[in-house]
């Protein structure tokens, strides 16, 4: 396995890590067990990978907790989220914080996220959120700030773009895919010039795992120019 620091912090993770969300939220939105949830989230911890992603909403933080007690927490990076839909109270981030560190039987969060912010709600986030968090980093609850944007209404990420100016973000996880790669030079060359850590989403999501919503895209990609038609096999995308 690759190691790779994220950005200006010290953290050292794996190229690749496990994302607990999702359709399937490491199958539990396929019928598996919590059993068998964490036997994948065990195996690759086993295989080598130290980067786990969940979040309060994918109800999967327990799931999780129960996978990194026989591992040393020191040598694991988790990140959680914290859902931005309506205009969220400080105290509501409090208890979801507090919440999180109990699912996840840990007493801090390495990468603690704003999820699935959109431009109009950042500057009321900026104001009234990102001051509980600064403080929670100063208990020691928090070790670095992240945002995540809502990549479906957002495929332009503005509202990253936005957040970029702002120097309290240590990390950013962005949609990026085969698909739409707008973020190389809308997101990723400003974040590099910052030393801002970036994770990916949606790398194989949606219309990469839906063969006829593949070729619509692949088609429009076509039309529009943006792709040449001779690079690809429009019968089998």
């Not at 990026?176 to 707008?182: D, G, T, Y």
Request: include cysteine; glycine fraction near 6%; proline fraction near 3%.
């Amino acid at each position: 396995m690759d190691f790779v620091t994220l950005g200006r912090t010290d953290l050292n993770v794996s190229v690749m890590g496990i994302g607990c969300g999702g359709p399937s939220r490491i199958g539990q939105q396929t019928g598996k067990s919590e059993e068998e949830s964490i036997a994948v989230v065990k195996h690759a911890l086993a295989s080598g990978i130290n980067f786990i992603d969940t979040a309060e909403v994918y109800r999967t933080e327990k799931i999780v907790g129960a996978s990194i007690k026989d591992f040393n927490r020191e040598d694991l990076v988790i990140s959680t989220k914290k859902s931005t839909w309506g205009k969220i109270k400080p105290t509501d981030v409090i208890k979801s914080l507090e919440r999180s560190l109990s699912n996840l039987g840990t007493d801090y969060i390495d990468i603690y996220n704003l999820h699935g912010v959109l431009l109009q709600d950042y500057e009321y986030l900026v104001s009234n959120i990102v001051p509980v968090l600064q403080d929670m980093q100063d208990q020691g609850k928090i070790r670095f700030l992240g945002i995540t944007e809502r990549f479906n209404p957002d495929p332009q990420h503005v509202m990253l773009q936005r957040a970029l100016k702002d120097d309290f973000w240590d990390v950013m996880m962005v949609g990026f895919n085969i698909l739409n790669q707008s973020a190389r030079d809308l997101i990723l060359k400003q974040a590099i010039k910052k030393n801002i850590g970036i994770l990916v989403m949606f790398a194989v999501r949606l219309a990469l795992s839906r063969p006829q919503r593949l070729k619509e895209c692949i088609d429009k990609l076509i039309e529009t120019k943006q792709i040449n038609a001779s690079d690809i096999d429009k019968s089998d995308p």
